[in-house]
């Protein structure tokens, strides 16, 4: 399983905390599992940090079942509308996004 985590270090502007987090949760969510291949979509928000952690606000993880379908999807047109659901509130979020690209393994005890 392949996933790329768009992480999102920082915090909204606190009069946009709210509609920024039901932004995100709703209609963001929605587009991001839209894309063509997709396998799902999680959205994650940190509860407790250790002090010295950088200032995660949130994570999309994205799956895929092969890199090929992920790179697929990202040069879809769906893209561009989920950019488009992200523009309408990154106005609002004092920080930065990057995205990292890992290969999962796992194993149920």
Known sequence: MII???????AP???????FDRHMETTVL?????YPGIVKVVLRKPLE???????IYMVFD?????????????ASPVRQ???EQLGQVMGGFKGKVY???????????
């Open 99 to 109: 995205h990292l690209v890992m290969q999962e393994s796992a194993i149920a005890p």
């Open 4 to 10: 790329r985590s768009a992480v999102m270090e920082g």
């Open 81 to 83: 509308e989920v950019r």
């Open 49 to 55: 940090q250790e002090t010295d952690a950088p200032p």
């Open 62 to 74: 994205l799956y895929f079942q092969s890199l090929a379908a992920m790179h697929e999807a990202l």
């Open 13 to 19: 502007l606190d009069q946009d905390r709210s509609s």
């Open 30 to 34: 929605a587009a991001i599992a839209s």
